[in-house]
């Protein structure tokens, strides 16, 4: 009876904890700006055509906002691009954060297109947006927005609306045909707030090839959450992580990370964990816990039953022996659902981004932070001797040099540089130390 009662209690708290999960998979919006005679806007299409099929189909929602258009363009849509400063073409923002320009090679192929993707392809959000109705017929959405977290709010936000036609011509598709916006304020965990929008539906379209959007902004442009009208598959596994999968850690020894969450999308079923290796220390081991206690050898299967849209929480154990640099997959799957990696990448101790292959430098980059930045960011350099000069650029995502920061005179040990961005937008940059392998990426958000 005794371990009865206890088995029951363990149960209890898994469910518990399933219910109260504070965070949700965070949905990515790509905005799609561009203009119907913009040639090189087919550039960037070919690009978010070949991330789209990289992903799951609910992890992005990807419209196509339209000016000096003709019946594509209206006021609403040209404040859109008047907001994220848009004035070249194409120009693909992510999450209200990330803005790619351009239509070079690294855009056809997706690959810029894909860095700034996984900057929040796993990221978790407070809050959660479901569907509650949508009549295109009759103009009619409504929209739900949910707090989940017990100690964050959201104040002077706005759920936007965008309602979107596909297949409009041979060339046009998913465009945006009308845009509206509400203003948002919410806080405490469980609260609910409904939000409707009203479109007078143009003869022009065609219904059947409508669907609609809605995302919450905040006051600094970051999209926390979407969701859309487009049907879901019918079960998938989707994550919520509220840490940076990119881990440093100062020196060698345990490492418990804070909990993300695993969600069972749509179907009730089974799902396996298992931790994937890809690039490990040999005195590395990777094993990981689950909310109830109970811990599991990273190299080993094992199996969850999960309810219908259930969430399970996790947490990484990792012992490392030595100071360097892992690589390794935390991998879900089920049957019924479409295998799911999280790609955790993690550094232990006084590592730079040198090609390990070449000969010691006698200048590193030990480090720059904070990465992400908002307008400036510090350099820690460590030089092997006194007096050495040279050169760290800076590099836009189109391999453009935006900065040159001069180092002279450097002294033994370590030293430390500023760069400040003030001037330049967000985005992706890349730093590189003269006549050496040494990089590294820079993510500018504020």
């Known amino acids: 009876?005794?371990?009865?009662?206890?088995?029951?209690?363990?149960?209890?708290?898994?469910?518990?904890?399933?219910?109260?999960?504070?965070?949700?998979?965070?949905?990515?919006?790509?905005?799609?700006?561009?203009?119907?005679?913009?040639?090189?806007?087919?550039?960037?299409?070919?690009?978010?055509d070949v991330i789209s099929s990289e992903v799951q189909a609910s992890e992005i929602i990807v419209p196509r906002l339209l000016t000096e258009s003709g019946d594509y363009s209206f006021p609403e849509m040209d404040e859109r691009f008047s907001y994220y400063e848009v004035l070249g073409f194409p120009a693909v923002i992510f999450n209200g954060k990330i803005r790619v320009n351009g239509s070079d090679e690294p855009i056809a192929d997706g690959s810029l297109y894909r860095d700034?993707?996984?900057?929040?392809?796993?990221?978790?959000?407070?809050?959660?947006?479901?569907?509650?109705?949508?009549?295109?017929?009759?103009?009619?959405?409504?929209?739900?927005?949910?707090?989940?977290h017990p100690g964050q709010s959201i104040e002077d936000a706005a759920i936007r609306f965008y309602l979107v036609e596909k297949s409009v011509t041979e060339d046009l598709d998913d465009i945006v045909r009308n845009v509206q916006s509400q203003p948002i304020t919410i806080s405490g965990e469980g609260t609910n707030?409904?939000?409707?929008?009203?479109?007078?539906?143009?003869?022009?379209?065609?219904?059947?090839n409508l669907w609609a959007l809605a995302f919450v902004q905040a006051s600094n442009k970051t999209v926390l959450q979407a969701i859309s009208t487009q049907p879901a598959p019918e079960s998938q596994i989707r994550v919520a992580v509220?840490?940076?999968?990119d881990i440093r850690v100062l020196e060698p020894g345990s490492f418990f990370s804070p909990l993300f969450y695993v969600y069972k999308m749509g179907t009730a079923g089974t799902i396996s964990t298992v931790v994937e290796p890809v690039d490990l220390p040999e005195d590395w081991f990777v094993n990981y816990c689950d909310v109830d206690g109970f811990c599991y050898p990273g190299g080993t299967v094992y199996e969850h039953e999960m309810g219908a849209n259930e969430a399970k929480a996790f947490d990484l154990n990792v012992y490392t022996g030595s100071e360097g640099v892992?690589?390794?997959?935390?991998?879900?799957?089920?049957?019924?659902?479409?295998?799911?990696?999280i790609p955790f990448r993690m550094s232990v101790g006084n590592v730079s981004n040198q090609d390990p292959t070449s000969a010691p430098a006698a200048i590193s980059v030990t480090s720059a932070w904070p990465n992400p930045f908002q307008n400036a960011v510090k350099f820690d350099l460590q030089s092997a001797k006194a007096g050495v000069s040279t050169e760290l650029g800076i590099f836009n995502s189109r391999g453009q040099k935006v900065a040159n920061i001069p180092l002279h005179n450097l002294q033994q040990g370590i030293n430390q540089v500023s760069w400040d961005a003030t001037d330049l937008p967000n985005g992706i940059y890349f730093y590189r130390l003269k006549n050496s392998n040494i990089s590294g990426k820079l993510l500018r958000l504020r």
């Open 326 to 341: 892992g690589l390794f997959n935390f991998v879900i799957s089920s049957a019924d659902a479409e295998t799911y990696r």
């Open 193 to 208: 707030l409904d939000f409707n929008f009203t479109v007078s539906p143009d003869p022009a379209w065609n219904t059947a």
């Open 116 to 148: 700034a993707l996984n900057q929040f392809r796993y990221l978790a959000s407070p809050i959660k947006m479901a569907v509650q109705s949508a009549n295109h017929a009759s103009g009619d959405y409504s929209f739900r927005v949910s707090m989940l």
């Open 1 to 48: 009876m005794k371990h009865l009662l206890i088995i029951l209690f363990a149960l209890c708290l898994s469910l518990l904890a399933a219910q109260n999960a504070p965070y949700y998979p965070t949905t990515t919006l790509i905005e799609n700006f561009g203009a119907s005679w913009c040639l090189a806007c087919e550039v960037a299409q070919q690009g978010l």
């Open 242 to 245: 509220p840490f940076d999968i």
